[in-house]
């Protein structure tokens, strides 16, 4: 009894396509293992040079979301591959103090947080919308549930994101297409560990109610559930996956 339902969750996504940006690193490329690991076929985007498949992706698209002429054709590839499953990852940032904001950078961070999720999405319900059946996970962030000084640009995107989602659940969860968004909150990546060092991880981390940093595999596991079949009535939500930090 306990292997045939260990098995069922091993496969969960079995002749399923999955479209997961930003998959080159830290929690996308999580993402994008926990898909191929149940069964999916995987395509990833990232900056740079087209990839060959590797352990992370079956297919890679190379795209930088700074570029709109790239988003769109981020875009048409997608609308081509008719992916069952489209995550949004991909995202940029940059703290300022709100007058010190560079207009262009936040053109920039809107255009790579929100316009270009908004594209893929326009790109992937279509082919959705003819099989009865999609699942859309756009990931935020903590910072589109609460914000702080210096995070206006991000916030805004987050904000937006959030708002774009819950817009879609409205309009096609009728189509059998499910959209949710999730915020993450301070998450064990190279990127973390980079920008606040030993000592100010430490700091974060007692603020913290669970005491600690959330792990990748965490975040995976969530998206994974929210992009499967079991997930049939929950829509149009942005669920913080934070150790309780954004309710207390």
Known sequence: MWSSWL????????????????????????????????GAWVIGTRT????????????WFSADFTQLEQIAACAEFVRKTSPDVLVNNAGINKNAPFVDIDPDMFRTIQQ??????????????????QKGWGRIVNISSIWGKISMAHRASYSASKF????????????????????????????????????????????????????????????????LWLASEENTFIAGQNVAIDGGFTRV
């Open 7 to 38: 098995k069922r969750f091993e496969v969960r996504f079995i002749n399923k396509k999955v479209f997961v940006t930003g998959a080159s690193r830290g929690i996308g490329q999580g993402i994008a293992e926990a898909f191929r690991a149940e």
């Open 48 to 59: 740079g040079e087209q990839c060959a498949p590797d352990e992370v992706c079956n297919e």
């Open 112 to 129: 790579v947080n929100v316009v270009a999720p908004f594209m893929l999405c326009q790109a992937a319900i279509p082919s959705m919308k």
């Open 160 to 223: 937006a994101l959030d708002g774009m989602t819950v817009a879609l659940a409205a309009e096609h969860s009728i189509d059998g297409i499910i959209a949710n968004s999730i915020a993450p909150g301070f998450i064990d990546t190279d990127l973390t560990h980079h920008m606040l060092g030993d000592a100010g991880i430490k700091a974060l981390v007692s603020k913290v109610p669970a005491n600690r940093l959330g792990q990748v595999s965490e975040i995976a596991r969530l998206v």
